[in-house]
């Protein structure tokens, strides 16, 4: 029974009884007539919001054994953390959802944690609100997840990327129409968003990010050119604000570098992130009139059973926890309640009586995460929770030469497995091992890695399952890495794949072939052999011979790839069972494609007629609507010289440079898509100018590390 309720019940003098419902209605019973109210100011007791968007796991990954959940409780218990970073980019995401099969994860994904693995987390769901029936916008990545945050919409942009309106032009990315249609473009986007609409309003907004690929307001026109004073490029000034009574009527934050949930770091981080700003919200005056919004941007390309309704050609993505934390939070509630990203815009559009952007918040599907409030009960008091132990001490890489705790995750006997850790102390640890099935092996110190020195051990296993763990000396103790329960892993199988590369880039209509060698160090010929493209299984062709020992490859070639990014991956099975080896974002099937770039000459003086060429390439046999050639980030204009739009026309211009080193790259687009070469953060060398200056290889590439900082060691797109 709620507080005002039972202030009803109570045999009162009548003026008194009067008094009390006149205030009970001002208090409790919204929305207020749409006449007397004030666009901007809060219809219900919560003033201001908080959202905290933290990284990569699905709802059966964290909260599948929650009690009275929608929950597949039945998993293996999950490494904390994993052992590498799943993929979980577009067309992986499809993939594992299959259609609605929910079949096509990774092996790895198919775990989940307890309560004791994320005991805070936990705790916020016990006291407050839990969703189960909440979703990412997008079956893809982070950055559009983030941008459907601000603005139910993501203007396109289908990849993630850290720049947004400040990239380099030749920033050309994966991009995707609402009805589902690919397409790549340049990430800046003339939309509509929420923090424009509560401008209007005259309330105030802050959008914190420390790490440039969360950071949605810089992906959109207008809050990039004209907002810039809130969007605070550090996420840590939210407490600094919150302490100093300048909280923001709405907040958006994004965690910092070891803090964000996102594999494989650990979960301790991110539930110290989340656990000391709802700690220092609710020390002070805000919590009596705020909500705090907890949720993981995407699924991490971790299993959830829940095959996710779509609601257009671009989502909803995987399920994924949801959090509310709110004194008007109702105690221990489970939504059931259809909801996503843009509930959040939703949510605050009702709170405040702002009209909705015309997107995924106007759905009336789309729930605006009202139901888990009463504005009737008494407020909840702050749950105040201590920060779990974390040191950081040793992390597991993402690293080109170190790609997870282990690599290969999946391999044969004849296969060399390499393990490795990152430890950030500058002392040299006493003990520095590796226990694998239970047996302790010295590591190799390999010299400074970003975030630490790199650990590693390397060694071909048996046939089978097997585990291992990290130990460690510290300067205090002993630490051991997971912190629960040991990894899992690598599978060792009977035979082992070794797939060639295939094109990366074509364009409709051209041959794809996929070619791998099946090695069976028990010469068993494989009684299945199938490549999985987007999980539609093709059957593979023996090039011939019958020594699997020494390796027999397996071939297919299709031409009938649609516009839009593919995934393999192979699927073999020698009689003792079924082994889908994990595969690629491959080919880019592209309706635009640059090819032969090049200057001439590669030397020269200042009075040195340069000329840069590339050919062009366009599926609908278009002629290009932007040629564009860019030196030293400087727009030129390309001039057609020969050729057809369809098989390849030369494009070219010539010009003088300035004395001195300089780069190129070209950006062209036909009415439908764009592309570039080479794409960002890449561009060419060249030409060099100047008396002593000598000949620049041709395709000789500069790559700038500045496109993604993500905080912590990685190389994989989040």
């Known amino acids: 029974m709620g507080l005002f309720m039972r202030y009803l019940l ?5 003026i008194g009884l009067l008094a009390l419902v006149v205030i009970g209605a001002l208090r409790f019973l919204h929305p207020v007539d749409a006449s007397t109210h004030r666009i901007g100011t809060a219809i219900t007791p919560i003033k201001h919001v908080v959202v905290i968007m933290m990284e990569n796991h699905s709802f059966d990954n964290m909260f599948g054994t929650f009690p009275g959940a929608n929950g597949r409780s039945d998993l293996p218990r999950a490494s904390n953390p994993i052992i590498t970073d799943l993929n ?58 983030h941008v459907n945050m601000i603005a139910a919409q993501t203007g396109g942009i289908d990849a993630t990327q850290g720049n947004g309106c400040n990239s380099s032009q030749n920033t050309i990315l994966y991009s995707m129409h609402a009805n589902g249609t690919p397409y790549w473009s340049y990430p800046c986007y003339d939309i509509n968003s929420l923090p424009q609409e509560m401008d209007s309003a005259g309330m105030s907004w802050r959008y914190y990010s420390s790490v440039p690929i969360w950071n949605a307001p810089t992906l959109v026109q207008h809050l990039n050119n004209n907002d810039k004073q809130n ?47 709802a700690n220092t919200i609710m020390n002070s005056s805000y919590w009596q009139d705020t909500s705090i919004f907890v949720t993981w941007d995407e699924g991490g390309g971790f299993y959830d059973h829940v095959a996710p309704p779509q609601l257009d050609g671009r989502g909803l993505g995987l399920r994924v926890p949801l959090l509310v934390i709110s004194p008007f939070a109702r105690q221990g509630y489970i939504s059931h309640q259809l909801g996503e990203f843009s509930s959040f815009t939703k949510f605050i559009e009702s709170d405040f009586g702002l009209n909705n952007l015309g997107q995924r918040d106007a759905m009336p599907q789309v729930s605006n995460l009202m139901d888990y409030f009463d504005f009737n009960q008494p407020p909840q008091p702050p749950l105040i929770l201590n920060s779990l132990p974390f040191t950081g001490t040793l992390m597991v890489p993402l690293l080109k030469q170190a790609p997870g705790a282990v690599s290969p995750t999946q391999g044969g006997t004849n296969d060399t497995f390499t393990y490795n850790i990152l430890y950030n102390r500058t002392d040299t640890p006493a003990t520095h091992n590796v226990i694998i099935d239970g047996v302790a092996h010295a590591m190799n110190n390999m010299g400074k890695a970003p975030r630490g020195t790199l650990y590693q051990y390397s060694t071909k296993l048996s046939q089978g399952s097997h585990n291992f763990s990290f130990t460690f000396s510290d300067g205090t103790g002993m630490l051991t890495i997971p912190y629960n329960v040991p990894f899992p892993g690598p599978d060792v199988n009977p035979f082992y794949l070794q797939h060639k590369t295939i094109t990366a880039t074509a364009l409709p209509g051209q041959t794809i072939n996929y070619s791998v060698q099946y090695v069976s160090p028990a010469n068993k010929p494989p009684t299945k052999a199938q490549v999985l493209i987007d999980m539609v299984p093709q059957n593979l062709t023996s090039s011939g011979g019958t020594n699997y020992t020494k390796g027999v490859t397996y071939t297919y ?12 991956r192979f699927r073999f099975d020698d009689g003792s069972g079924i082994v889908t080896y994990n595969g690629s974002t491959e080919p880019s099937i592209t309706p635009v494609v640059l090819s032969k770039s090049s ?28 040629a564009q050639l860019f030196v030293d980030n400087t727009a030129y204009p390309m001039s057609y010289v020969s050729g057809s739009n369809n098989t390849g026309a ?21 009415s439908v898509s764009s592309w570039a070469d080479p794409f960002a953060p890449s561009v060419y060398a060249g030409p060099g100018v100047g008396v002593n200056t000598s000949a620049v290889r041709s395709g000789t590439l500069i790559t700038s590390s500045d496109e993604e900082d993500p905080g912590f060691p990685v190389d994989t797109n989040l």
């Open 231 to 277: 969007i605070i490029k550090d996420s840590t000034q939210f407490l600094k604000d919150v302490k100093a009574g300048n909280m923001a009527t709405v907040s958006w934050v994004t965690p910092t570098s070891d803090y964000t949930d996102h594999p494989p770091l650990p979960f301790q981080g991110g539930e110290n992130f989340v656990t000391k700003i």
């Open 88 to 145: 979980h980019d577009d067309p992986s995401t499809r993939s594992n959802i299959d259609n609605g099969a929910m079949d096509g994860f990774s092996s790895h994904a198919y775990v989940q944690y307890t309560k004791a693995d994320i005991p805070n987390y936990w705790s916020y769901a016990q006291q407050f609100g839990l969703g189960d029936n909440f979703f990412s916008s997008d079956a893809t990545s982070s950055t559009p997840n």
């Open 10 to 14: 109570r045999p009162l003098p009548v």
């Open 599 to 626: 200057v001439s000459p590669a030397a020269g003086t200042s009075s040195t007629p340069f000329t840069f060429s590339t050919t062009y390439a366009d599926a609908a046999n278009q002629a290009p609507a932007q």
């Open 650 to 670: 030369l494009y070219q211009k010539t010009m003088t440079l300035p004395t001195g080193k300089h780069s190129f790259f070209f950006v062209f687009s036909d």
């Open 557 to 568: 070639s299709t031409n009938t790839l649609s516009v839009g990014e593919h995934t393999f």
